[in-house]
């Protein structure tokens, strides 16, 4: 699985940006897709998750502010971020979790996009 992000960049605190990220490669098996994020100094902390079935996952601090959406159809995965904070400032990593089942058991995979820099600033 590859993964495509894009979307990133600079805005000013309280404004919006809405990230993108392509699946290609053996997507049949993806079963979550969502975003991380590491700023300077910090660890890679989940933002937002969504399953197949559309199902959502927000940090408390993305809750509210940010959207996950996915296209089943095009392999892809959205994150509308509103109402920005420069605490929001960081890489932003997309990422798929792929299950595959087997008789003996299931095999877990995590990939993960490129990364794309969201920059707020105040």
């Known amino acids: 699985v590859q993964l495509q992000a894009s979307g990133g960049g600079l805005v000013q605190a309280g404004g919006s940006l809405r990230l993108s990220c392509a699946a290609s490669?053996?997507?049949?098996?993806?079963?979550?897709m969502g975003w991380y994020r590491q700023a300077p100094g910090k660890q890679r902390e989940l933002v937002a998750s969504?399953?197949?079935?559309?199902?959502?996952n927000y940090a408390e601090s993305a809750r509210g502010r940010f959207t996950i959406s996915r296209d089943n159809a095009e392999n892809t995965v959205y994150l509308q971020m509103n109402s920005l904070k420069p605490e929001d400032t960081a890489v932003y990593y997309c990422?798929?979790?792929?299950?595959?089942?087997?008789?003996?058991?299931?095999?877990?995979?995590?990939?993960w996009g490129q990364g794309t820099l969201v920059t707020v600033s105040s």
């Open positions: 969504v399953t197949t079935h559309h199902s959502t």
């Open positions: 990422y798929a979790h792929v299950s595959v089942p087997t008789i003996e058991k299931t095999w877990e995979y995590d990939y």
């Open positions: 490669g053996r997507v049949s098996n993806i079963d979550v």
